[in-house]
């Protein structure tokens, strides 16, 4: 892989809950960063879930490894990433770094819909 090879922009959030002045949670997403990608499909599916058709799309987005926390346990973290002219929210399952810490992480994510 090369740099020249992230040519799409996503943003790597974070998910947290705090309370407002009532005591009640307030759950959001907030960016952690915002980085060049690489973006592969990987295919999908369909599943009946519930006597509900869910579709889900996968997709590989390799990075430069710029040192965000992104550890293997997290399942706090999504990826929102605009392809063409929607926004959609993918979320990371899977993370394999490629050539060291000075090199590239692969983040495996899914999109359900």
């Known amino acids: ?23 009640e949670e307030i759950k959001t997403w907030s960016d952690a960063a915002t980085v060049w990608a690489n973006v592969r ?24 490894n710029i040192g965000v926390q992104i550890h293997r346990t997290d399942q706090k973290r999504r990826i929102e990433y605009q392809d063409r002219t929607f926004v959609k929210y993918y979320f990371i399952n899977e993370i394999r770094e490629i050539g060291g810490r000075d090199g590239f992480l692969e983040l495996e994510s899914e999109n359900k819909d």
């Open 1 to 23: 892989m090369q740099i020249g090879d992230l040519d799409r922009r996503i943003k790597i959030q974070t998910f947290s809950i705090s309370q407002d002045s009532y005591g």
């Open 41 to 64: 499909y990987k295919g999908g599916d369909v599943k009946d879930e519930t006597e509900r058709a869910t579709g889900s799309q996968k997709i590989i987005f390799t990075v430069r």
